[in-house]
């Protein structure tokens, strides 16, 4: 599948990153940090033991002492409790603990008595992370300096920090942290670059991510992952113009890799959202697709649906036949179901019931969308035969067929005169359906009065009666006549008076 860029992930289930010495310093409006984000930055909301299943008694028992018990006297209480602690459990411990770092970080200073104060590295970028996603930036630093002293830090702590920034709505003091980084030891490398961009376009600022880029150029070479970064975060906010400056940049200061999947993903994706998007895009994956590169897994998804909404079955075709071709990946049911309707709608049933067949093959298996998208086309066309065999195949395989294509099918099977289908497929109506059947039911019974098929007729107005569906005094009438006609008053009599008690 090619490689792809590594976004380090900060949620407070994973380790943080470090940070440099500006605890005191708030940007102002400058051009590096734009006035219209977060001019009041919320706090991020955390995990916390309270919806974490399978937490261990003893873990369970210290987030309850830290979420409840004041900072103050969180360390007497839990000496009171003569627990025992593993370094697993102080991490297991803080990662559910964000909310409240004050008696978090006791914790962690208690729980350094037992463990003599060799907590992991994971333990110190759990306390760096916590106090920087709270934005206790200054605590924050004084976690990052034991940590240099005891040769803990890594990117994994930069990379955490830079979030914490971004997130407070603090860039400036991100991009010093990145400046600075060499004086605690991380080099200040393309692998640390890309986690500072990481982390200013996943907060939705690709703008000011692409300025700083364009800064440190001479210093330090951008790679693949590094366009890939930004390709992302223009799809993620929609702006194809910029997508299309960035990818045109990395065409010629990397060329054509057939690795760097993630970016021409982003970047065909992005173009979807620009005017006249689909047709955009698809020129630009010939373009790929001629110097032997590809997309990944997500535009042939979005792409497919782009094609389906506009009925351009050329493009959905060239996208399936590539999909398949270069085994990139194996289509699902959502993905069949997109090219069947497509089919469909273009009137090529051939295509539609050959996709149908080749699904199991690619280990992808009809459900209740694909069968009824083809039950409905066929019926509307009139292909009664293959409609009815499409509902069978459905019925057999459990799967359910919609109540508007059920009452369709009904009707058109009675106005061909084809009695036996209508009553196939009426039967099934009642028995996997609770409502909306009056209609359908009445009509039911003025066909096979009108095909005399009188006996039929009754029998499945007597069958409505019991199940309480209404039948028409118009339909009731219409049976009267008939039943009449033949000599069968009483048998309408009979009903009648059925009809009544109900």
């Not at 034991?146 to 400036?172: E, H, P």
């Not at 089919?343 to 699904?359: F, K, Q, T, Y």
Request: net charge neutral; with cysteine.
């Amino acid at each position: 599948m090619g490689k792809k860029h590594k976004r380090p992930n900060h949620t407070a289930s994973s380790p943080p990153p470090l940070h440099h010495d500006h605890r005191n310093k708030r940007h102002s409006s400058s051009t590096t940090d734009s006035a219209t984000h977060h001019q009041t930055p919320k706090r991020p909301s955390f995990p916390t033991y309270l919806e974490t299943p399978n937490l261990s008694p003893k873990v369970r028992l210290l987030c309850e002492i830290i979420a409840n018990t004041p900072s103050s006297t969180v360390e007497e209480v839990l000496h009171d409790t003569a627990i025992r602690v593993s370094p697993e459990d102080v991490e297991d411990s803080l990662k559910l603990s964000y909310g409240f770092p004050g008696s978090a970080v006791k914790f962690f200073r208690w729980s350094g008595h037992q463990l003599n104060d060799n907590h992991s590295p994971y333990s110190w970028n759990l306390v760096v992370d916590m106090l920087g996603k709270n934005f206790l930036f200054d605590a924050m630093w004084d976690a990052v300096k034991s940590m240099k002293k005891q040769g803990l830090l890594s990117l994994a702590t930069f990379a955490s920090i830079f979030s914490s920034y971004v997130i407070a709505d603090r860039v400036r003091e991100a991009i010093m942290t990145f400046d600075v980084m060499e004086q605690y030891g991380c080099p200040r490398d393309i692998v640390a670059l890309n986690s500072l961009l990481s982390a200013i376009c996943r907060d939705g600022r690709t703008m000011q991510a692409a300025e700083f880029l364009r800064n440190v150029r001479g210093l330090i070479r951008p790679d693949a992952d590094t366009y890939a970064i930004l390709l992302e975060g223009w799809e993620s906010e929609g702006n194809c113009g910029a997508a299309r400056q960035t990818f045109d940049e990395m065409v010629m200061d990397i060329g054509w890799d057939p690795g760097n999947v993630s970016a021409y993903d982003s970047f065909l994706n992005a173009l979807l959202h620009g005017p006249d998007g689909r047709r955009e895009a698809m020129k630009f994956f010939e373009i790929m697709r001629d110097r032997q590169c590809y997309p990944g897994m997500r535009f042939y998804r979005i792409g497919l649906q782009e094609c389906v909404k506009t009925n351009d079955s050329k493009g959905a075709q060239l996208l399936w036949q590539t999909m398949l071709s270069r085994n990139i990946c194996r289509p699902d049911t959502e993905m069949y179901n997109s090219m069947i309707a497509l089919h469909c709608s273009c009137d090529n049933i051939v295509m539609a019931r050959g996709m149908l067949d080749e699904m199991v093959c690619n280990g992808a298996f009809p459900d209740s969308e694909t069968y009824n998208v083809l039950f409905r086309f066929l019926i509307r066309r009139r292909k009664l035969e293959e409609a009815f065999s499409i509902f069978s195949e459905m019925v057999q395989n459990e799967c359910v067929p919609d109540l508007t294509n059920c009452n369709a099918a009904v009707r058109i099977y009675l106005d061909l005169g084809d009695v036996y289908k209508a009553i196939k497929v009426w039967k099934y109506i009642i028995e996997n359906h609770d409502s909306g059947l009056e209609e359908t039911g009445n009509l039911l019974v003025t066909g096979l009065r009108d095909h005399d098929r009188i006996p039929e007729a009754v029998k499945y107005a007597e069958d409505m009666i019991v199940r309480r569906i209404k039948l028409t005094s118009s339909t009731l009438s219409k049976l009267k006549h008939a039943l009449v006609e033949v000599g069968k008053g009483p048998v309408y009599d009979e009903l009648l008076r059925k009809w009544k008690t109900r």
